[in-house]
């Protein structure tokens, strides 16, 4: 626990340690944002899927949303690190696989993942492409002076974060617009590209001449627009 909400650290390797302040720009949030039971109840049920040895990461992205890695092996703790995580989830939810997804299904996926890391769905910017989706957080997700932007594997087999001391640029309020409406959009710039098929295909939503855009490249053709 924490009294007023203090941040504390609590390292089990070393026996439990707890301070109040947090020096490092790595993302942070009090306790009494972060719904502890629920993530108690995420572990125990990860805990159940290693034959083995396993270790359990939880990390702090924003206040609304953490990433919970489980890696399984016959090797020690400390040296279960070093591998592969076997199971990745987001704010408590699996990562999804966007293998074979549609656009708009792809786009359902990515709101999805921007709604868990902030609930207002603002983003300074977001790119998919066929390996990964890449979301930038606006300005006001900043926490201990860590503005976290996530990479996120497209399989759902990894998901990173780093952190920035600004944004990528100004907030693009995403709240009301929904996966039909993108994939639409995606779908009328990759006409108007003359582009055909997904394959090699980014697409990005960003701040262009000041006004948010969807912009697709493939190779050497591209196009925007404005987003509607």
Not at 115 to 128: G, N
Not at 152 to 177: K, N, Q, V
Not at 186 to 208: K, N
């Amino acid at each position: 626990t924490a009294e007023g909400g203090a941040i504390q650290i609590w390292d089990l390797v070393d026996g439990l340690e707890a301070r109040d302040t947090f020096s490092g720009r790595y993302p942070a949030a009090p306790f009494d944002a972060i719904d502890s039971e629920a993530i108690q109840r995420e572990v125990e049920a990860l805990t159940h899927e290693c034959e083995d040895n396993y270790r359990i990461t939880v990390n702090v992205v924003t206040p609304s949303a953490h990433v919970t890695e489980l890696r399984c092996g016959e090797t020690s703790f400390l040296e279960l690190v070093a591998t592969a995580p076997v199971r990745v989830h987001l704010g408590g939810t699996p990562l999804p696989d966007y293998a074979g997804a549609s656009v708009e299904e792809t786009w359902q996926h990515v709101l999805a993942q921007v709604a868990l890391l902030d609930p207002d769905m603002a983003v300074s910017r977001i790119d998919v492409d066929d390996e990964q989706v890449g979301i930038w957080l606006a300005e006001h997700s900043a926490t201990n002076d860590c503005l976290p932007s996530m990479s996120i594997a497209r399989d759902g087999s990894e998901a990173g974060w780093a952190c920035w001391s600004s944004a990528r640029g100004p907030a693009i309020p995403l709240g009301g617009t929904t996966a039909a409406e993108l994939a639409q959009l995606q779908r009328d710039v990759m006409t108007e590209a003359g582009i055909v098929g997904t394959d090699g295909l980014e697409a990005t939503i960003d701040v262009a001449n000041g006004v948010p855009a969807l912009a697709v490249r493939q190779g050497p053709l591209g196009a925007e627009a404005p987003l509607r």
